[in-house]
C-alpha cells in the first residue's frame, strides 16, 4: 500500500523535450487515541524511471524549480499561473489525517510562486503568514485553500488569496474540520469532529454559508472529493470491512435549506479502514475547476481515484458502481483530451503515460488499450485551463529532494507514426 498509493515525486529527472513510443519503513507508530497504526515515513518513495529513444508528441518547457516538503502536492490556480507548495518540515501524520494526536506543525510555511515567469518568482505576499498553516487540497481563481490547528485542538479551513496572503475563514469554531475541497460551484466539502471525538460526519458549506451534513454512525468519513458533476460528492468511509467510496447526492435548495441525500453507490477498495491509508488513496487527485458563470459550464467527468487492490488509478463508474482501470501501476491522472481520442496522462514508476478513456467491463482486469509513453520520468500533471499550457507537470530534482521541477506542457497536433513505429 505505502509503496504503490504513494506519489512517486524522486526519480532523476529526463532530458527534455518530451518524447513518446507506444509500448505494449520503519515500524509504524500507533495512535494513543484510536490504537490505528500510522506510517513514519514520507509519502514519497523512490523509483526508478527508465528511458527510451522515441518522437516527440508534446511540447514540454522547463520553468524552473520550487520548494517543496516531501509529502503535500503544490496547488495551482485554475489558468496556471499561480503555484502555492508547503515547504520546510512537513506536517507529522497525525497532523495530515487530522488525528486526536495532531501536532501544530510549527516549521511548516506556505509559499506562493509566479508561474508565469521563468524561473518561478517568489511572490512577496503583504499579509503576514500564521505559524503552523497547512497547505489544503483545492484552489480557484481568487485563491486557495488553507487549515490552520489551533492552540486549543480545534482545526479552521481557510481560503488564502493568491497575491495577499489574506485568509477568509470559511470555517472555524471549536471543532476539527480537515480535507476540505470545492465543488465546481464553490461549495466547501470538508469533515468534522469534536476536539475529544473519533468519529468525523461529512459536511458541506455553501458559497451563502448554509450548512449541511451527513454521518455514517459509528463509522467515520474520511477525505472528500468532488468532480465536475455538481449534485455529487465523493467521500471515504472507514468501515468494518475496510475503506468504502460512497457517491452521495447532494443538491442545495432554493429555499436556503440544503441536505446531502443518500448513497448513489458504494465501494469498498480496500481492507485496511485506517485513515492514513484514506489519506493516500485521496492524495493524488486533482480536483475540478470551479465555474464562473454559465458560460463555463464543462461537461461531467467521473471521479479518478488510486485503487489499492488493482495497484494503479481507475475510473469511478457512479451508475454500476465499478472501477475502470487505468494504467498499469499509475498513481497519479488527469483527464486529456487528444485530437483523435480522449483519455489520462498517468503517472507511474516507468514515466507520464497516455491511456486511453477505459471501456465499460474492464473494471475486473488489465485495460486492453495501449499506454502512449509520453515522458520517461514520473511526473505528476496537473490540468490547466489554458489553452496554451493545458497542463503543468511537478517532478523531482536529482540534486535537490526539498525542490520539484515545474514544467509546462503543450499539446502539439498529432502526427502519423513514422514507417518503421507503425510496424
Known sequence: MRSAAVIILCAAL?????????????????NSSTGAALP???IAVPAKAISTNSRVVMGVAPMGTIPYDGQVLPLTSPDGHFCATQQGQAPTWATLVAAPDAEIPTSSSIAVYDLTTAPPKLIAQAQPQETGLMLGRSADHQGYLVESMRPDGSRWIGKASWLSGQIDWLVRGPDVCAHGVLTVTGDLVFTRRPITGVIAELVIRTPAGVFANRSEGDRPYAMPMTANDPNTIYALA??????????????P???????????????????????????????????PFPRRGESAQAASEPLVIYNPPMSRMAVFDVRSGSL???????????????????????????????????????AGGDSSAVDVRVLADPYVPRRTIDPDRPAL?????RTDPGSLEVIGVA?????????????
Not at 468494518?240 to 447532494?250: D, F, H, K, N, Y
Not at 507537470?393 to 530534482?397: E, K
Not at 499539446?411 to 510496424?423: G, I, L, S
Open 14 to 30: 529526463a532530458n527534455l523535450p518530451g518524447c513518446v513510443t507506444e509500448n505494449a519503513p520503519r515500524p509504524a507508530p500507533k
Open 40 to 42: 513514519d515515513g514520507p
Open 238 to 251: 472507514l468501515t468494518p470491512s475496510g475503506i468504502e467510496l460512497q457517491a452521495i447526492g447532494w443538491k
Open 253 to 287: 435548495q432554493a429555499s436556503g435549506s440544503s441536505k446531502l441525500g443518500g448513497v448513489l453507490a458504494r465501494r469498498v477498495l480496500c481492507a485496511n479502514n485506517e485513515a492514513w491509508a484514506a489519506y493516500q488513496i485521496a492524495a493524488p487527485i486533482q480536483g
Open 324 to 362: 475502470l482501470p487505468l494504467a498499469t501501476h499509475s498513481i497519479a491522472a488527469i483527464r486529456w483530451e487528444m485530437a483523435s481520442r480522449a483519455g489520462y496522462l498517468c503517472t507511474t514508476p516507468n514515466g507520464l503515460v497516455f491511456t486511453p478513456e477505459p471501456k465499460p467491463g474492464s
Open 393 to 397: 507537470l511537478f517532478g523531482p530534482v
Open 411 to 423: 499539446a502539439v497536433p498529432e502526427e502519423a507514426p513514422p514507417a518503421e513505429a507503425a510496424k
